[in-house]
């Protein structure tokens, strides 16, 4: 059964659009039942159940039956969402005849919804003439045969909402998490990794004959590969394994998989595009096929398929095209891919996988760019070029918006302009509440671009020079003087305000693309610290490098990430202090600087007080701290609603953590993402969080917050959210209690009230 179902999963997800992916679903699923009808039922624009495909009811009734939710069986299964299972269907107070079908002859009915993020899209069911009850591994069956269609459907019918589009042009809406605050309007660029063959943007090719040339060409450069493999390989395969390379060879033929590509080419697609859906199109075959040794076929066409992929790809990664309004949209963007298009075209970010608190999210908080994450259904491949809006307030994407929408859109864009001007006459007054409390509000940094954004804003200090990020972006580790003089830029820049530096914090979702960590549990995983202390010489290097940086400005301070035992705090201790001592052997001048550690697991929440007494300071990583309080993986966008940043358990985690330290006379900083958000920072300064590190972009923000509010209002906004039990409490309570604050109107935008959704 298990094979049956990969199979059809299979099928399905390479067919060609909505209509043929269901007809492949009821044919397949019919005969794998053994049933004699299998339909399928989808919700319409309206909210009915339309047939859209059967194999056994009269096929004129596709298109023309339809039921309300509630009404009939379908719309009771969809209602209930759960499976109806009846013997006698007739028999039922809710069966409704439909003489367009034919249906009488069945008297048996199965139907289990079809059910993608919480969402009723459909209704599967099967249907017998002979009157009996479905037994429970049917049942199982159709219920885990919906389950797993429902992601391939919802797939199919976003990428059909754009391929019907054709040249009425319509506007389509998709959604995702919200990733960075703001709205950007522009024109989509897909990039993708090379040779990725899922992610090649779909492209019309101007130029046909040029197209075909090129193709030709590149094919020849990938023959003349394979020959050179085989002849290094000679010597070491048998005959049948050497027949592989000749086998490599004439499927790039006219007669194989070259002149399937040519056939696309000539229909105005660009060869990249054709090349990737023909291969594609031929793994999936392979795989699906029951012979062992056929079925592993399908990692040689993919191999190929890349080899090709490469060259075709080459001429585009040299001479990327980037309009000024470039939308940036990727599968799974990364800090490197953000590298490639100058900040100034750069006006939105868009990515397939990750969610709100993934490093990319973060980066485009920092740089102040729209982005949505975690837009799953967006069929990427295919709005290469293409207007599109990028709700950052919402996570929500719409292509090819009509005018209406755009001009609401130009609104909220002018509105947010204007709050922005407000917020630049705050950059040189102080942080402090009208009673004269003071809360120094630091910034968050990582790239270059973020220092200048910084100190225009008021920044008071670095609370987290992220350093990984000039790591991300090399192709090898940088060495200790190239280290050295990136981070020589940043304490100069800011001195006299103190910057603190951050240990490498590789591992979870910030692999080094040069330094390849493949775990199953990666969040659980080697990184931060773990490996660090594993690698005494990549920790030692940096520590010499932020040392030597330091000399005669003294602003340094360097924290431990992912600290979640005593003896990781010492030995990174002694690893520092051991460098300090070299170093000043050697006659620097240097001051050992004060080292702080991260609380961002549970085990240093409830060790806060003896690792305070162990370090010169506490720095809350609540992104991290967020995501192991509540097992909730911080890059899956499928959980993105369970990362609760206001829920109680991580309230009074944080709370319990400042007075922890300040029990020890340490002082207890806050630089997640949380720090950053308006709301959050009232109730964190109540707290007694000596000092907010956050995005640039924010800072203004947090400002006009504290200067709006006295420390004793705060506190009692602190009492009443402490004793909410849950998180949406939370959030109701503090937007009742700070409506007064003058920003509600920003509050609306970043709580996600606003617009009207548009189609789709
Ligand atoms: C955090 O976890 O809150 C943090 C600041 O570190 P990062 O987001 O880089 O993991
Ligand atoms: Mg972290």
Known sequence: MLN????????????????????????????????????????????????????????????????????????????????????????????????????????????????????????????????RRFDEGEEAFLVTASAQLAGVIAHAEATGVLKRMGKNVQE??????????????????????????????????????????????????????????????????????????????????????GGEVTE??????????????????????????????????????????????????????????????????????????????????????????????????????AMGVPTVMGAVDLPFTQIDGREVIVDGYRGLIYTDPSDNLREQYDDIRAEELELVKGLEALKDLPCETPDKHRVPLWVNTGLMADVVRSLERGAEGVGLYRTEIPFLLRDRFPSEEEQRITYREQLEAFAPRTVTMRTLDVGGDKPLPYFPIAEQNPFLGWRGIRVTLDHPEIFLAQVRAMLKASEGLDNLRIMLPMITSISELESAKTLIHRAYFELTEDGYHIE???????????????????????????????????????????NNPQVADLYQAYHPAVLRALHQVVRDGHSQGTSVGICGELAGDPAAAVLLMAMGYDVLSMNATNLPKVKRAIRGITLEQAENILDEVMAQEDAESVNLCLERLLADGGYTRYLALSRKDGLKSGSH
């Open 4 to 131: 049956h179902l990969r199979s059809i999963v299979q099928e399905v997800n390479a067919a060609r659009d909505l209509p043929a992916a269901l007809n492949i679903i009821v044919h397949r699923v019919k005969e794998a039942m053994q049933t004699e009808v299998c339909s399928v039922y989808l919700r319409d624009g309206l909210g009915n159940f339309r047939l859209m495909a059967t194999d056994g009811l009269n096929e004129s009734a596709v298109g023309q039956v339809s039921l309300a939710a509630g009404e009939g069986l379908v719309g009771m299964v969809a209602t209930r969402e759960e499976p109806v299972n009846l013997e006698k269907a007739i028999d039922h107070p809710n069966y409704q005849y439909f003489p367009a079908t034919g249906e009488e002859r069945f008297s048996s009915f199965l139907g289990t919804p079809i059910i993608h993020q919480r969402e009723v899209l459909g209704v599967l069911v099967i249907q017998q003439v002979a009157q």
């Open 172 to 257: 389509a809406r998709f959604k995702g998490v919200a990733g960075s605050p703001g709205v950007a309007i522009g024109r989509a660029v897909v990039i993708s990794p090379t040779a990725d063959l899922r992610g090649v943007p779909y492209k019309v090719c101007a130029d046909v004959d040029a197209e075909l040339a090129f193709f030709q060409e590149c094919l020849g450069k990938a023959r003349i590969d394979i020959k050179n493999v085989g002849k290094q390989l000679e010597s070491r395969l048998n005959a049948q394994e050497q027949a592989l390379f000749d086998a490599y060879l004439s499927m790039l033929d006219d007669a194989s998989l």
């Open 264 to 365: 696309r080419i000539r229909q105005g697609v660009s060869a990249a595009y054709s090349w990737s859906e023909v291969i594609l199109e031929h793994e999936r075959n392979f795989s699906s096929m029951a012979d062992p040794y056929l079925r592993e076929r399908a990692a040689d066409v993919r191999d190929l398929g890349r080899r090709v992929l490469a060259y075709l790809q080459e001429s585009s990664k040299l001479n990327p095209e980037f309009p000024p309004n470039s939308i940036l949209v990727g599968e799974e963007l990364t800090a490197s891919m953000l590298g490639e298009i100058p900040s100034e075209f750069l006006q939105g970010i868009v990515s397939v996988l990750g969610s709100g608190n993934s490093h990319i999210a973060i980066l485009a908080r």
């Open 592 to 634: 050992l600087p004060p080292i702080g550690v991260m609380i961002e697991v549970p085990a240093a929440v409830y060790q806060a007080r003896e690792l305070a007494a162990r370090s010169d300071f506490l720095s809350v990583g609540s992104n991290d701290l967020t995501q192991y309080l509540l097992a909730v993986d911080r």
